[in-house]
C-alpha cells in the first residue's frame, strides 16, 4: 500500500538508499524542475517503525557531489556511496567512494587500495562480511562495465 510522506523529501529519482538499523537513508537523485534534470544532495532518513522524517545536514568538503545514480550499500552504521552523474551535458560521472557514519551523521571521502574504479553510474554495490563490492555500471555513454572492485 503506496503511502504519502508527510516531512520525507521531495520527490526524486535515481537516488541512493540504505537501511541502518530501523532507519532508512534516502539522498542523491535528481528532478527535473532546474533544466533537463537537478541533481540533489539532501538527505533524509525514515524511521521505518514509526514513518517519522528526519533532515540532515550536509558538512562539506567531505560530502559526496551533487548526482544521481550512483552505487550504495552498507555495512554496520555505515553507508557507502560510489560514483553517480554529476552532468548531464557534458556525460560526467564520479569517481569518488563516500561514506556516512551514521551515528556521527558525516560524510567522508575514502581512499581506495590498489586499482581505483573509473567514475560510474549505474553500478550495484553490496557488503559482505565487512567488505564493499562494487559492479559494473556505465562508465561512459554506451560504454558498459563488467568490472568487480573490493574494498
Wanted: net charge neutral.
Amino acid at each position: 500500500m503506496a503511502q504519502s510522506l508527510e516531512g520525507g523529501p521531495p520527490a526524486r529519482a535515481f537516488h541512493e538508499s540504505a537501511v541502518v538499523e530501523d532507519k532508512m537513508f534516502v539522498w542523491g537523485g535528481g528532478t527535473s524542475y532546474k533544466g533537463p534534470y537537478h541533481s540533489r544532495l539532501d538527505l533524509f532518513s525514515v524511521n521505518i517503525l514509526t514513518g517519522e522524517w528526519s533532515s540532515h545536514k550536509a558538512h562539506p568538503p567531505e560530502t559526496p557531489p551533487p548526482c544521481w545514480d550512483a552505487a550504495a550499500t552498507c555495512t554496520g552504521n555505515t553507508i557507502y556511496t560510489h560514483g553517480g552523474r554529476t552532468s548531464w551535458s557534458p556525460f560526467r560521472v564520479s569517481d569518488e567512494l563516500y561514506k556516512l557514519m551514521v551515528e556521527e551523521m558525516k560524510w567522508r571521502r575514502v581512499t581506495t587500495r590498489g586499482t581505483k574504479p573509473a567514475g560510474r553510474r549505474g553500478a550495484a554495490m553490496c557488503s559482505v562480511d565487512g567488505k564493499v563490492l562494487l559492479m559494473g555500471g556505465s562508465t561512459g555513454i554506451g560504454q558498459h562495465s563488467n568490472e568487480l572492485f573490493e574494498f
